[in-house]
């Protein structure tokens, strides 16, 4: 058994600020490597958290020999390429999400990964808050009968600000937008909570905020969605029957964060908010009541929208597997799990671009 996994961090965004602090929260864990295209900003965050090592090339960061666990919280544009590469140096993986641009280079990472058994994981780190652990065990047990409908609402309004500058998430072709950003982490809740998978997808993209100035203060066009609206129909699973979905993700709308999932079930009604509380209404009662939860940590200046808390539940699960040799994490998405997932957003583009129910 290893004694302490040595990771490296490629990107100094979500993995500077939820990452890093979660992992050094692991007794047995320590950030190795540090890689940006900023040399600065790598520079920076190694100093930071300790790391002995930083680089603008991210090939360093995965080929370092202290390196045991690689996490790619880049644009989706550059997943394939670095996911590849610690394929080859036999490197753990977190994979930020979406997945890939694409189902084909989805697929072409899965096969990959699988050929030399590490640790290939899809950071849908939503999964291990405690309520949706709870919600999850809670469907199994028959609490709301057989799923017959699930609602998905997220609302953020930042976006709705046009001064905010362009990036490479107001970049179709680097992978920006609200449908893989957001909606990604929706499938993945779907999928993993009722056991089932999407059948076919209606999907309307929608791009509010036209335009915005670049670092040069020139205005660019955004080719990227700030809205998804998805109607959804799922498999038959043993909690689903002839079940509908509704997605509704915008990252215009006000006045304040929200983010609600709910099932509507032959026994009564589950919520989920986005930091994990979970209310449950039998049929018959005449409103929710809230189940006790412990909400776990969140990180210290981060926006409490519930991904750090669910981060810092998931980290220590990834470092126990690492250490005792598993290519495992019980609930964690996996790369098949990615490229299910993958598989409903490019339905989604598809069925935006032709106006078309599309089947997945």
């Known amino acids: 058994m290893k004694e302490t996994i040595g990771i490296g961090i490629i990107g100094t965004g979500f993995g500077r600020h939820v990452q890093i602090p979660a992992f050094l929260a692991c007794d047995d864990a320590r950030i190795a490597s540090v890689a940006s295209s900023r040399l600065e900003n790598a520079r920076e965050t190694a100093d930071a958290c300790g790391a002995e090592h930083y680089t603008s090339d991210w090939r360093e960061t ?15 544009l550059l997943h394939r390429e670095m996911v590849l590469f610690a394929v080859e140096q036999e490197k753990h993986i977190l994979c930020e999400k979406p997945m890939a641009m694409n189902v084909a280079e989805a697929s072409e990472m899965t096969e990959a990964a699988k050929s ?30 057989k799923v017959r409908h699930a609602r998905y609402m997220f609302q953020a309004p930042h976006r709705g600000d046009a001064t905010l500058p362009w990036n490479w998430w107001s970049d179709a072709d680097a992978g920006g937008g609200s449908h893989g950003a957001i909606v990604s982490h929706i499938i993945d809740s779907f999928h993993w909570l009722l056991g089932t998978r999407t059948d076919s997808v209606s999907c309307q993209l929608q791009t509010h905020i036209k335009e915005r100035k670049d670092a040069a203060g020139l205005m660019r066009p955004v080719t990227s969605d700030d809205q998804s609206i998805m109607m959804l129909r799922f498999a038959d699973s043993s909690l689903t029957e002839d079940a509908t979905g509704l997605v509704s993700v915008s990252m215009t709308e006000g006045p304040k964060f929200f ?36 909400l776990g940590s969140a990180i210290d200046g981060v926006p409490d929208t519930g991904f750090s808390r ?25 790369f098949e799990d990615g490229l299910m997932v993958q598989k409903v957003l490019d339905a989604g583009r598809e069925s935006d671009a032709t106006g078309r129910v599309i089947s997945v």
């Open 310 to 334: 669910g981060f810092m539940a998931f980290a220590p699960r990834i470092i126990e597997s690492i250490r005792e040799g598993r290519n495992l994490v019980e609930n964690a998405a996996t």
């Open 259 to 294: 983010a609600h999932l709910e099932f509507f079930g032959s026994e009564g009604v589950m919520r989920l908010t986005n930091r994990g509380r979970l209310s449950v209404a039998r049929n018959g009662e005449p409103g929710y009541r809230e189940i006790e939860i412990d």
């Open 116 to 145: 030399v058994g590490v640790l290939a994981l899809i950071d849908h780190e939503l999964r291990f808050q405690q309520g949706r652990q709870t919600a999850y065990a809670m469907l199994r047990m028959g609490e709301i009968g």
């Open 62 to 76: 995965v080929a370092h020999a202290d390196v045991d666990l690689v996490c790619i919280t880049t644009p989706p």
